[in-house]
């Protein structure tokens, strides 16, 4: 007899051949794969070998009883049905005990070969159903935590990289997720399997003619060759476009990992599609607010004999908000003004108050104040017309010729001299600006001829995971060598000391005397 594809695997277990036979003949013409066992310990063996959909057992069993078979075979299989078949316990204290210890059902003989196929057919169909619903159940949870993972994710590759990894997780198998950058750059993100490190690769996808909303359709292999797909298998892809001016994206999976209609793959689907709109707009939004603050910053260096000038500024790459740094290098009366400060908070707010100090800060410098007596007046701005705010700031005179250097802070972080190997760093313990409190003096000293001076804000330093006495003695490693080109040195100084993903924005000034 022809057995149909995906049938069922039904494990009889008898000691009696004869009735082993006949049950195992029943079940075949029934159409299910048929394995036999003659006792416990065999019944055992097979089922952790072998694959069994469910087990036809005796009662009465040479080595142990059926009853106790059954317990174990749900201790190792809790999904797998047992029917209990028995010439003897007939009454109804041994038919509630076998149910009572994990038994689906319960035949007593003489059993028709219809009586027995329809109860293989009914505990197959409650368990199917059941598997179903506690696989839809165990891939929704995996869904959410994906889901949880993408809107989370501080960039674009960073979302397909989590997005992969869900969809590898949820469906247990290879998977790849294909979408468009907010500069229309191609990507796909793979991931081999559940446990392996998504990667990223540029792929390229015709989508002529893609309607708006989720659209699945089953492909060759080969169409999607961006990672090692089972063999024997076609793929299943789900495309999903939320706008017109925006480009699809495309999740492929296995197609021997899809249910009907494909629910949670669609779901799936949906939810990276929103989480690539919202990634797009926030991309969109923090290429406008890096671009309003640095038009707020200095748009080129003054050149000075005797000088060399660098600067570096990098906002935060998680906030779409403006944030308070700043610096300043201008020529006045033969004099380099530098500065470098820090207003708190990351908002408009911030970046507006940070071009407010900036602007003062040049205006008293104009009429000539020193360092110290600068500081006085911003501070005195602040406390009158905005009096809820806070920044740090360090100011400072240098004369080209000379080297000399006078320097006044407003509890920013200490300037850092590197000369000749050897690093120094020049501390003035100051109140903030916005803080009533008296001022300490200014203070004065050379910059020697082939030394570099570096300013610089607390996002190049401070770690979650370290102190800022830590992030110094490193800054003070990095800094002990500069390099001839000093925008290379300052280029070095975000590689070495900025994390990845920088939290909180970043400025370096520095200047080196010839």
């Given at each position: 007899?022809?057995?149909?594809?995906?049938?069922a695997?039904?494990?009889?277990?008898d000691?009696?051949?004869?009735?082993?036979?006949?049950?195992?003949?029943?079940?075949?013409?029934?159409?299910f794969?048929?394995?036999?066992?003659?006792?416990?310990a065999?019944?055992?063996?097979?089922?952790?070998?072998?694959?069994?959909?469910?087990?036809?057992?005796?009662v009465?069993?040479?080595?142990?009883?059926?009853?106790?078979?059954?317990?174990?075979?749900k201790?190792?299989?809790?999904?797998?049905?047992?029917i209990?078949?028995?010439?003897?316990?007939?009454?109804?204290?041994?038919?509630?005990q076998?149910?009572?210890?994990?038994?689906?059902?319960?035949?007593?003989?003489?059993?028709?070969?219809?009586?027995?196929?329809?109860?293989?057919?009914?505990?197959?169909?409650?368990?199917?159903?059941?598997?179903?619903?506690?696989?839809?159940?165990?891939?929704?949870?995996?869904?959410?935590?994906?889901?949880?993972?993408m809107?989370?994710?501080?960039?674009?590759?960073?979302?397909?990289?989590?997005?992969?990894?869900?969809?590898a997780?949820?469906?247990?198998?290879?998977?790849?997720?294909?979408?468009?950058?907010?500069?229309?750059?191609?990507?796909?993100?793979?991931?081999?399997?559940?446990?392996?490190?998504?990667?990223?690769?540029?792929?390229?996808v015709?989508?002529?003619g893609?309607?708006?909303?989720?659209?699945?359709?089953?492909?060759?292999?080969?169409?999607?060759?961006?990672?090692?797909?089972?063999?024997?298998?076609?793929?299943t892809?789900?495309?999903?476009?939320?706008?017109?001016?925006?480009?699809?994206?495309?999740?492929?999976?296995?197609?021997?990992?899809?249910?009907?209609?494909?629910?949670?793959?669609?779901?799936?689907?949906?939810?990276?599609?929103?989480?690539?709109?919202?990634?797009?707009?926030?991309?969109?939004?923090?290429?406008?607010?890096?671009?309003l603050?640095?038009?707020?910053?200095?748009?080129?260096?003054?050149?000075?004999?005797?000088?060399?000038l660098?600067?570096?500024?990098?906002?935060?790459?998680?906030?779409?908000?403006?944030?308070?740094?700043?610096?300043?290098?201008?020529?006045?009366?033969?004099?380099?003004?530098?500065?470098?400060?820090?207003?708190?908070g990351?908002?408009l707010?911030?970046?507006?108050?940070?071009?407010?100090?900036?602007?003062?800060?040049?205006a008293?410098?104009v009429?000539?104040?020193?360092?110290?007596?600068i500081?006085?007046?911003?501070?005195?701005?602040?406390?009158?017309l905005?009096?809820?705010?806070?920044?740090?700031?360090?100011?400072?005179?240098?004369?080209?010729?000379?080297?000399l250097?006078?320097?006044?802070?407003?509890?920013?972080l200490?300037?850092?001299?590197?000369?000749?190997?050897?690093?120094?760093?020049?501390?003035?313990?100051?109140?903030?600006?916005?803080?009533?409190?008296?001022?300490?003096?200014?203070?004065?000293?050379?910059?020697?001829?082939?030394a570099?001076?570096?300013?610089?804000?607390?996002?190049?330093?401070?770690?979650?995971?370290?102190?800022?006495?830590?992030?110094?003695a490193?800054?003070?490693?990095?800094?002990?060598?500069v390099?001839?080109?000093?925008?290379?040195?300052?280029?070095?100084?975000?590689?070495?000391?900025?994390p990845?993903?920088?939290?909180?924005?970043?400025?370096?000034?520095?200047?080196?005397?010839?």
């Amino acid at each position: 007899m022809t057995v149909e594809a995906g049938a069922a695997t039904v494990l009889v277990v008898d000691d009696s051949s004869p009735k082993r036979y006949l049950l195992v003949s029943w079940l075949t013409r029934a159409g299910f794969v048929t394995i036999e066992a003659e006792n416990g310990a065999e019944a055992l063996d097979r089922v952790r070998k072998d694959r069994v959909d469910l087990v036809v057992l005796d009662v009465r069993l040479p080595d142990m009883s059926g009853f106790e078979v059954c317990e174990l075979i749900k201790e190792a299989r809790p999904s797998t049905p047992v029917i209990h078949v028995s010439a003897h316990a007939v009454d109804v204290v041994d038919r509630a005990q076998g149910l009572t210890r994990g038994a689906d059902a319960y035949l007593a003989e003489p059993i028709e070969p219809e009586e027995l196929v329809a109860t293989a057919h009914a505990v197959l169909r409650y368990y199917q159903a059941r598997q179903r619903a506690e696989l839809l159940a165990e891939r929704l949870a995996a869904l959410a935590d994906a889901t949880v993972q993408m809107h989370a994710a501080s960039n674009f590759v960073r979302l397909l990289e989590a997005a992969a990894a869900g969809a590898a997780r949820i469906f247990k198998s290879p998977a790849a997720v294909v979408a468009e950058t907010f500069d229309g750059d191609c990507l796909a993100g793979v991931a081999a399997g559940p446990e392996a490190a998504p990667v990223i690769v540029p792929w390229t996808v015709d989508d002529t003619g893609l309607p708006l909303g989720t659209r699945v359709r089953v492909d060759e292999p080969g169409a999607w060759d961006v990672t090692a797909w089972p063999a024997d298998d076609t793929v299943t892809v789900a495309a999903a476009r939320l706008r017109e001016d925006r480009a699809p994206l495309y999740v492929v999976v296995p197609t021997a990992t899809q249910t009907v209609r494909t629910p949670v793959l669609v779901q799936l689907a949906q939810a990276i599609a929103s989480a690539v709109e919202a990634q797009r707009s926030f991309d969109q939004e923090h290429r406008i607010a890096v671009t309003l603050q640095r038009s707020l910053l200095p748009r080129r260096l003054p050149e000075i004999a005797g000088l060399d000038l660098a600067v570096r500024y990098e906002p935060a790459s998680a906030q779409t908000e403006v944030g308070g740094d700043f610096y300043e290098l201008v020529m006045l009366d033969g004099h380099l003004l530098m500065a470098i400060g820090d207003v708190a908070g990351h908002s408009l707010h911030a970046a507006t108050v940070m071009a407010e100090l900036r602007h003062a800060v040049r205006a008293y410098a104009v009429e000539g104040h020193p360092p110290g007596v600068i500081l006085d007046r911003v501070n005195e701005l602040m406390r009158t017309l905005l009096p809820t705010e806070l920044a740090t700031i360090c100011l400072l005179l240098l004369d080209p010729g000379s080297g000399l250097i006078r320097l006044a802070s407003a509890g920013h972080l200490p300037a850092l001299i590197s000369n000749d190997g050897r690093v120094e760093f020049v501390q003035q313990s100051a109140p903030l600006l916005g803080v009533r409190a008296p001022r300490p003096p200014d203070l004065e000293f050379v910059l020697p001829a082939g030394a570099t001076l570096v300013l610089y804000t607390d996002g190049l330093i401070e770690r979650r995971d370290a102190t800022i006495d830590e992030g110094m003695a490193a800054l003070g490693a990095v800094a002990s060598r500069v390099d001839d080109d000093l925008d290379r040195f300052c280029e070095r100084l975000l590689v070495e000391l900025a994390p990845p993903e920088i939290h909180d924005d970043v400025a370096v000034v520095a200047v080196r005397r010839r």
